[in-house]
Each structure stands twice: as C-alpha cells, then as structure tokens.
C-alpha cells in the first residue's frame, strides 16, 4: 500500500519537473507561472473565505441552539 503512495509522489515530482521545464523554456513562462499562482492564491482565498463564514453560521445556529436549551431548562425548573 506504501509503495503505491511513494510511486504517485515520484509520478507527480516528475510531472512536475517537466512542467517546470516547460515553462522555463517558454518566453512567457513566467508570466504564466505567476498567473497561476494568482489564480491559486485566489482560490485559497475565496475558500478560506468561504469556511470562515460556514464556521461563523454553525456558531450562531450552535449558539442559538443552547440558548433554547438553557430556556426550556429555566422553564421546567420554575414549573418545579
């Protein structure tokens, strides 16, 4: 099972050279390297952005949630 990781990593570190080389040899390649970083970067950005808020709604709706909690508690025991 090992084996088969370690293949994929040497399969992708070879891709990846030959992509690097690629781009080396192109005029623009750097050019094009740098724009798919920005585009990387974007990326990570809009969904760190987008876990930020989920995580900020499960807070709220947690919140909310015992808060009911603490109400329906508070009312049984004045029931008491």
């Known amino acids: 099972m090992m084996n088969g990781n370690v293949r994929d990593q040497r399969a992708a570190a070879e ?11 192109q005029e623009s ?3 094009i390297a ?16 987008f876990i930020d808020k989920r995580t900020n709604i499960c807070e709220f709706i947690f919140t909310v949630t015992i808060f009911y909690v603490i109400l329906s508690l508070l009312q049984h025991i004045s029931e008491r």
């Open 34 to 49: 740098l724009h798919r970083a920005q585009q990387w970067s974007k990326f990570v950005k809009d969904l760190i952005s």
């Open 15 to 25: 891709a990846n050279c030959e992509l690097d080389e690629a781009l080396y040899n």
């Open 29 to 31: 390649g750097v050019e």
